[in-house]
């Protein structure tokens, strides 16, 4: 009985590991396009834009970086924010 919830419970944490990853991933990448499109008119910025958050994307996935809270998210738009300006 013990096993069992053991493993219920292992697969549950793995599976809200796995959700959060993937929520990140997709936050990292929309902050990316989504700063990308508004940033379009000037080939600069945008050059600038993909050198910063392309490699906070590769080090997100290889989870080097921790995911984005309230307060580091705000800290990613505002660097996000003076590369582009």
Do not use: W
Not at 28 to 48: P, Y
Not at 78 to 83: F, P
């Amino acid at each position: 009985m013990d096993r069992v919830l053991f493993t219920s419970l292992h697969f549950i944490y793995f599976g809200l590991q796995l959700e959060l990853f993937l929520l990140t991933s997709f936050l990292f990448l929309f902050l990316f396009f989504f700063i990308n499109f508004f940033t379009s008119s000037s080939s600069s910025s945008t050059l600038l834009l993909h050198l910063v958050l392309g490699p906070v994307l590769v080090l997100h996935v290889l989870n080097v970086v921790p995911p984005p809270t309230p307060s580091n998210l705000g800290i990613i738009l505002k660097a996000s924010y003076r590369v582009c300006s």
